[in-house]
């Protein structure tokens, strides 16, 4: 209960729709139970022929009983007389049913509304976390299954709201509103009390099938989502991976697996509809036994004189009102179990904790202009030590080379920098600040970062480099193409500096999609600058490409490369390398090459297997 609570708190915002929709729900139960006064004159006047009898007329207000009085006058008047009384009662009748109908299109519209405005909320609030959260949440969960939170645990959230928090408040209404019309009946028309107790007793037995299917539609709940979670990382992997997949011919394997995984949702989901709809045929079963029990009760009475017909109808169809709630409750119980499970999952998303936060009196970072430290950092994930008293300091407009093996630490020494992560102890200091005191801002805006990995959007080239200014002039954007050795193949693409180039920049070479990466760092123009070597996959035309981009990227800038290929870090002002965490050597190339050390070790096998290869 606690959950959905919480999840009512995304209602906040939009509580005048919600009041909206409250009016209109009870101005359709409203109208709906007084369409019921209009099935006594008709049964008992127009059909019967006999005049309405109230023997508790005491208790009745005046207008209705002014209101019976008029009736039974016109229905002992002439024929003429009883059809005008029949035209005058379906009319309002029909006036009624109308005005309900109307309540009911506007009703349905305002909670539609609604939870529509939830899921646009849920969804942009799971979106601004995922994006508030550090790079550790992202190591530990698939990106399918968090894709899975914004999509299919929003929905099921929505429509938890459409049709769960409609029925949570119009049920009762409607609950309420024919126990009046019952009750109203027993005092105006003197129904006995033992057809009321029976009734009130065996109308809520609707409700016991809700108990014995509860905890199982909350459990196959967690389960179809989980499976959906499944279904989407499948999914995400696959389209992402496709050059690989067909390059091992593997795309029966991927097809069996995805239909494996939508089989087993598809079984679960299966389950689940059974549940919820086995609830109905229940319910009604449990209904139609009411309607015997309470008829042949009813039956006695009219039979011996003591209820009319028209009043038992009334009575009858009281009853049905006040049941159809009761089963609407019962499926209702059973939709909030599935709601909860997603909100469930949603809610430990927008739990978690960013490990990297800004500190409450952060300052901005002034540009860089000194050196950055190093101060015995130690960094580890969970048991695993991968940075182990690390100091250091490199002055601006150094070029630092990190070299080392396989799984040293390279990347993660790098990545505290601009603090994807934070080091479990020791301190990373700009121009003496310590970056933990800096605003996150300021302090990415002294990083470039270029990586063997580019990451590109689907959007324009334009776009693409300007990323983080969105008022970028074209002439500024064009330069930085120019520098990174971008402009002409850009110009030869059918839009220029507006094409699209596709999801992941799919439409472009690796060597083009580097440079398009390094003009982005080029046009944001930062004194610090981390290069994951970035040439390593390419071919000797565009690495020479890139490289001749990154030379003119350096330029006046301090920088970190982690050097893959050796021969790349022959002209950097300073080397380290790193072996199981430490820092081993440090020196120029010449001068590590002399020691015979691990350096040395690995420029040779690095070399050994480049002539090999030739």
């Not at 009016?23 to 008992?44: M, N, Q, R, Y």
């Not at 939170?149 to 929905?155: E, G, R, S």
Request: aromatic content about 8%; some cysteine.
């Amino acid at each position: 209960m606690k959950d959905y609570i919480r999840l009512l708190k995304f209602l906040k915002p939009h509580i005048w729709v919600l009041c909206a929709a409250i009016i209109f729900i009870a101005l359709f139960s409203l109208f709906e139970k007084a369409s019921l006064g209009t099935i006594i004159p008709v049964v008992d006047n127009i059909i019967a022929g006999k005049e309405i009898v109230m023997p508790g007329e005491k208790y009745a207000p005046a207008f209705i009983v002014g209101l019976v009085d008029n009736i039974n006058a016109l229905s002992r008047g002439s024929q003429g007389t009883r059809l005008k009384l029949l035209f005058w009662i379906v009319g309002v009748g029909s006036l009624f049913l109308l005005l309900r109908e109307i309540f009911s299109f506007f009703k349905t519209y305002f909670m539609r509304d609604l939870s529509e405005r939830v899921d646009r909320d849920i969804k942009n609030t799971i979106y601004s976390k995922f994006l508030s959260l550090s790079l550790d949440f992202y190591g530990r969960n698939p990106t399918g299954k968090m894709v899975s939170h914004v999509t299919y645990d929003a929905t099921l959230i929505r429509d938890s709201i459409t049709s769960g928090l409609t029925d949570l408040l119009e049920q009762p209404m409607q609950i309420f509103m024919s126990t009046v019309v019952i009750i109203g009946l027993k005092f105006y028309f003197n129904i006995s009390w033992s057809l009321i107790g029976v009734s009130m007793v065996l109308v809520p037995t609707i409700l016991y099938p809700v108990r014995i299917l509860a905890k199982r539609l909350k459990k196959l709940s967690v389960q179809s989502q989980e499976k959906m979670g499944d279904i989407n990382v499948t999914l995400y992997e696959t389209i992402s991976g496709i050059k690989i997949v067909k390059a091992f011919s593997m795309e029966p394997y991927e097809i069996e697996k995805f239909k494996n995984n939508t089989n087993q949702f598809y079984k679960l989901s299966m389950k689940t509809v059974k549940r919820l709809e086995v609830i109905s045929p229940l319910g009604e079963c449990a209904m139609i036994v009411c309607i015997m029990i309470v008829g042949l009760m009813a039956g006695k009475e009219i039979l011996k004189g003591s209820l009319s017909p028209g009043v038992f109808a009334a009575f009858a169809a009281a009853i049905m009102l006040l049941a159809r709630p009761l089963k609407r409750l019962a499926k209702v119980y059973g939709i909030l179990q599935t709601a909860l499970a997603a909100a469930r999952r949603v809610f430990e998303v927008l739990d978690e904790e960013p490990k990297i936060i800004e500190h409450p009196g952060a300052k901005r970072l002034p540009r860089f202009e000194k050196e950055v430290v190093f101060n015995r950092i130690n960094f580890d994930y969970g048991d695993n030590e991968i940075l182990k008293e690390v100091s250091l300091s490199v002055k601006r407009g150094d070029i630092l080379a990190i070299v080392g093996s396989s799984g040293a630490g390279k990347t993660t020494l790098v990545n505290l920098i601009p603090r994807f992560y934070d080091p479990s102890s020791g301190s990373i200091r700009i121009d003496g600040s310590d970056i933990k005191y800096a605003t996150l801002k300021s302090l990415m805006d002294n990083i470039g970062i270029v990586t063997q990995e580019t990451i590109l959007f689907n959007d324009t080239v334009a776009s693409n480099i300007s990323y983080g200014n969105i008022t970028a002039d074209k002439d500024s954007v064009i330069n930085a193409a120019k520098i990174a050795n971008a402009h002409d193949f850009i110009m030869n693409m059918p839009q220029g500096y507006d094409t699209v180039i596709g999801e992941h920049g799919f439409r472009l070479s690796g060597g083009e999609k580097q440079r398009l990466s390094i003009a982005r760092a080029v046009f944001k123009n930062p004194p610090i600058l981390i290069l994951d070597e970035a040439t390593s996959q390419l071919d000797t035309e565009s690495e020479m490409l890139v490289q001749d981009a990154i030379d003119r990227l350096m330029k006046g800038r301090t920088v970190f490369v982690i050097a893959h290929r050796l021969s790349t870090v022959k002209n950097a002002t300073r080397i380290i390398v790193l072996d199981k965490g430490r820092i081993v050597e440090h020196g120029v190339h010449d001068e590590l090459m002399a020691k015979n050390n691990l350096y040395k070790r690995l420029y040779d096998m690095q070399f050994r297997d480049v002539t090999a290869s030739k």
